[in-house]
């Protein structure tokens, strides 16, 4: 299914003219509401949740300083996120000596090319020689499911900096496409290949767990 | 215009798809040809069902985000209220 276009939700401008007017019910509505995706997006820069909650907590202060500069082009959530996003990324540059997420753009296969037919197999060349097998058919189901949590989380938090931010907005915090590439700055085409990286190296690992169950 | 008639996807191609097509990012064309190869490869088929999985496994694993500590949102607060006292 296709994301919706990020449409500005039809109160993003009336609660940008409330908190330019001193609204204080408003922006703590506005707080609590965005500070948990904020934080994590945050914690996806640096390395402490202390210094992501700080980055936070000056964010939520240059977004009331500037709010007169929201004309609601993009929805206020993905303005707030990227404004957020801007500010980790100053200070994770600033707090490491090395450049981070510069990591290769990797463009190899996201499976490995051992599971499927030479290219000239006589039978289906370049189709499966291992193909995946089916997830439910595991009897264990329940035992299954915090072992399966954990790998999904080790696997998740294995990924390069830029995957796993990617994968976190969209699956995590249920933004959409649009606003993933506006908060991030990235184009349509890299924010797919960064998600599709994650999900199919989460998808390996899961894999490897069950079949090693 | 010659078309030539595009031969079917392998299935090493087809893994590499498989956002392309769950984000609506395939021409139709191209969309054909991967829901053709997938309702004709039980291996494809599971690869992309264990995909469409991968977001809600995701969500389930991710630690709880609480936002800001209490002290913290009360300073806050008390930066919004001097902020716009200073600006009237």
Do not use: K
Not at chain 1, 20 to 42: I, K, Q, Y
Not at chain 1, 157 to 172: G, I, T
């Amino acid at each position: 299914v296709p994301d919706r276009p990020d449409h500005v939700r039809p109160h993003d401008l009336a609660t940008a003219a409330a908190l330019a007017a001193g609204d204080e019910a408003a922006f703590a509505d506005l707080v609590r509401e965005l500070s948990p995706s904020l934080v994590r997006l945050a914690r996806g820069y640096v390395g402490s949740h202390a210094v992501a909650e700080e980055i936070v907590q000056d964010v939520w202060v240059s977004v009331f300083r500037g709010i007169t500069g929201y004309e609601g082009r993009a929805s206020l959530r993905t303005w707030v996120h990227r404004i957020c996003a801007r500010a980790a990324l100053r200070r994770a540059t600033s707090e490491r000596r090395s450049i981070p997420f510069a990591d290769a753009f990797d463009d190899g296969p996201t499976v490995d090319a051992s599971r499927f037919a030479s290219v000239d197999a006589r039978d289906n060349p370049r189709g499966w020689s291992s193909a995946p097998r089916p997830w439910r058919a595991q009897p264990e189901d329940h035992v299954l499911r915090a072992e399966q949590r954990a790998a999904v989380s080790v696997a998740v938090e294995s990924l390069p900096d830029r995957q796993r931010l990617v994968l976190v907005m969209r699956d995590v915090d249920g933004f959409s496409a649009d606003e993933v590439c506006e908060a991030l700055n990235l184009t349509e085409g890299h924010q797919r290949v960064l998600l599709h990286r994650a999900r199919a190296h989460v998808r390996t690992r899961l894999e490897e767990e069950v079949g090693a169950s | 215009v010659i078309r030539w008639r595009r031969r079917s996807l392998t299935c090493q191609e087809l893994v590499e798809l498989v956002t392309d097509y769950t984000e609506g990012a395939l021409p139709p064309a191209e969309r054909r040809r991967f829901e053709r190869h997938v309702a004709a490869c039980a291996g494809c088929a599971t690869y992309v069902e264990q995909m469409a999985a991968i977001p809600p496994l995701v969500r389930a694993a991710a630690q709880p985000s609480t936002g800001l500590p209490p002290e913290a949102e009360l300073s806050l607060l008390h930066a919004f209220r001097s902020w716009h006292d200073e600006r009237r």
